[in-house]
């Protein structure tokens, strides 16, 4: 099948990042001097979300982490439009090139040598009193948990409309693929390679009850109710967070949107990077 040319590009940086805004501006002139149509920016630039609405950029070139990856995924998977991590963060799971290969590997775009990994996103809606009041687009994981008191909360947990459990935890995580290696790894759950198509569902510190992950079909559906006497929170892909109120639920789903990850590396690639980026935390710098 022939591959699409791609003559509109946009380049955004993590808007705190200022290594990241410097070299966005140098891919941005060279995809400029081969006459491509490009802006350059950051990626809470309102403009921007508004362009790739309306169909005017074919592929979004991200620069920054793995954050980095999860807000272009917000902004670009609803309109269909592909991204391309450059990394210059720590992690780097989902990015797929280092800062200082982008010159050798952008040259694959224009002849067609590369394939796109579509990963699977989550639909989250809060409920309260029966209305909608907050709907998202998810790439890793939904969090519902306590707040800032050290207290566990009773998180009633209904599977395709059926009872499965009270957790009595810290959280409950609702994780895609993409996120087995986020947040929900570090709780203890599986890592799923990322084409599958799963919702993975993990508590945080439970409380004399489920204490194993629980993977479940893309077709399932999740409610999640809260009981407490504090504080608990939702929180989507890591954003800042939304109070709930006892009574609140969160429905997640499957969304009807995948992110599409452009990719130059074999198909075998996260295996292979798995071990690198396991045997050490990079966030800790150079500690042993």
């Not at 400029?32 to 592929?59: P, Q, V």
């Not at 590997?105 to 394939?115: H, T």
């Not at 077709?219 to 709930?244: N, R």
């Amino acid at each position: 099948m022939k591959k699409q040319i791609y003559k509109n590009i946009a380049v955004a940086a993590h808007p705190q990042l200022p290594e990241a805004i410097k070299e966005a501006t140098l891919v941005a002139s060279y995809l400029e001097e081969r006459d491509i149509h490009t802006i350059c920016t950051t990626l809470d630039d309102e403009e921007l979300s508004s362009e790739i609405k309306t169909g005017k950029f074919d592929l979004l070139i991200a620069l920054g982490g793995d954050g980095t990856m999860l807000r272009a995924g917000h902004i670009c998977a609803p309109f269909g439009v592909a991204i391309l991590g450059i990394n210059l963060g720590r992690f780097g799971f989902l990015m797929e090139i280092r800062q200082n290969q982008w010159q050798d590997y952008l040259s694959n775009v224009f002849s067609g040598n590369y394939w796109f990994e579509n990963r699977m996103m989550l639909n989250a809606q809060l409920k309260r009193q029966g209305e909608i009041i907050g709907s998202w687009e998810v790439l890793n994981e939904v969090v519902v948990g306590r707040g800032q008191f050290v207290r566990p909360v009773h998180l009633i947990t209904h599977v395709n409309g059926r009872y499965l459990t009270t957790y009595v935890a810290d959280a409950v995580i609702a994780a895609t693929a993409t996120g087995s290696t986020a947040y929900a790894l570090a709780a203890g759950g599986p890592i799923l390679p990322p084409e599958l198509k799963n919702i993975l569902l993990v508590a945080v510190a439970p409380h004399l009850s489920i204490d194993r992950a629980i993977v479940l079909a893309d077709s399932s559906s999740l409610y999640i109710e809260v009981q407490t006497e504090h504080d608990a929170l939702l929180c989507i892909d890591g954003q800042p967070p939304e109070t709930l109120h006892t009574g609140d639920g969160v429905d997640v789903k499957a969304s009807e949107h995948n992110a599409r990850f452009m990719r130059f590396q074999d198909p075998g690639y996260f295996y292979r990077n798995l071990t690198p980026h396991m045997s050490q935390n990079p966030s800790t710098g150079k500690l042993r």
